[in-house]
Every structure is written in structure tokens, then in C-alpha cells.
Nanobody, 125 residues
């Protein structure tokens, strides 16, 4: 099974920026970012399909967050800009390795087989 290692979470001031990084031990078919705030369910943030670089975003982060990949390194990045306290959460990287990823599977946790350990992002003034 693919192993994932995440990094980059930290405290950042409101309006600030951050980059999260996740490296997979093998080539994925898709990679995604999810987040979970205290007392809330895990929610989709962004995803990227490895073969064609197609990306999907949660509506509330579109235009502020950017997902990108380094294909040879099996690494995905999430650039977070214009952060607000509502973005505070544990951010999880996920990898899908089976089949041909489509939007409906890439935007739900069930579409992924491997998960990172999570990295805390805290936004406050």
C-alpha cells in the first residue's frame, strides 16, 4: 500500500499563506486534500488527477487554494492563501491508486485508499 508523508502545517496569521506538502511512496492515480475541524466531519478541499493534472476544489477555497503536483517525485502540494480562521483544521493528504479517478470519487474520502497522518493548520489574528 502507498505510504504518505505530510508536512507544512503551522500557525499562520489571518490573511497569511502556507504550503502543505505530501509525498507518496508510489505512483498514485489521484491525490487529494481533506480537512477536519474540531467537532466537524472531514471535508474535501482539493484533488488532482495524476494522469492529466485535472484539478477539483471545494467552493469555499477556490481562488485561494491551489493544488499542484511534482510527478517524478510523487509529491502533491497545497498552497493556501488569504487564510481565515475558518480554515483552521487538521489537513489530511490522501492517495487513490485504483481505477480511473473521476470527480465524484476524487471529492469523497471513499475514493482514496491511503491517508497521511494529518498536519495542523491554525489561523488566527
Amino acid at each position: 500500500q502507498v505510504q504518505l508523508v505530510e508536512s507544512g502545517g503551522r500557525w499562520v496569521q489571518t490573511g497569511g499563506s502556507l504550503r502543505l506538502t505530501c509525498t507518496a511512496s508510489g505512483r498514485p492515480a489521484s491525490m487529494g486534500w481533506f480537512r477536519q475541524a474540531p467537532g466537524k466531519e472531514r471535508e474535501f478541499v482539493a484533488a488532482i488527477r495524476w494522469a492529466d493534472n485535472n484539478t477539483f476544489y471545494r467552493r469555499s477555497v477556490k481562488g485561494r487554494f491551489t493544488i499542484s503536483r511534482d510527478k517524478p517525485k510523487n509529491t502533491v502540494y497545497l498552497d493556501l492563501n488569504s487564510l481565515t480562521p475558518e480554515d483552521t483544521a487538521v489537513y489530511y493528504c490522501a492517495a487513490g491508486t485504483r481505477g480511473t479517478p473521476i470527480m465524484s470519487t476524487m471529492t469523497t474520502p471513499e475514493g482514496y485508499e491511503a491517508w497521511g497522518q494529518g498536519t495542523q493548520v491554525t489561523v488566527s489574528s
